[in-house]
């Protein structure tokens, strides 16, 4: 069964916004490092936002000051709030868990436990 299941992303024009959501089976939920990578064609996959246990965060230079990552524990949800979108966000999101916090200090997706499948987010000129 998918431990973990993306869901909110779509087409949007450059400027606009997109909320990216994350429902996890993990158990106990609270206790994991999660992140939201993208990888875009031809490409790496890159992390691009980091939430731990405690609610600290940590983005990509990339995405700093547009992106915001958060959690709800209770609900076993993990969001990714993306503003100010750029054609160069295009890629495919995907919400990853680690059960440690090396995947936080690393960014390292090999440090990361469980995957969802990935959500599309396509950002026109």
């Known amino acids: 069964a998918q431990v973990l299941v993306e869901s909110g992303g779509g087409s949007v024009q450059s400027g606009g916004s997109l909320r990216l959501s994350c429902v996890g089976s993990?158990?106990?939920?609270?206790?994991?490092?999660m992140a939201w990578f993208r990888q875009a064609p031809g490409k790496e996959r890159e992390g691009v936002a980091f939430?731990?246990?405690?609610?600290?965060?940590a983005y990509a230079d990339s995405v700093k000051g547009r992106f915001t990552i958060s959690r709800d524990n209770d609900k076993k949800t993990l969001y990714l709030q993306m503003n100010a979108l750029k054609a160069e966000d295009t890629a495919m999101y995907y919400c990853?868990?680690?059960?440690?916090?090396?995947?936080?200090?690393?960014?390292?997706?090999?440090?990361?436990?469980?995957w969802g499948q990935g959500t599309q987010v396509t950002v026109s000129l």
């Open positions: 939430i731990d246990n405690i609610h600290d965060t």
């Open positions: 990853a868990a680690d059960k440690e916090v090396a995947g936080m200090l690393t960014g390292n997706p090999a440090d990361f436990d469980y």
């Open positions: 993990l158990d106990p939920f609270f206790d994991h490092t």
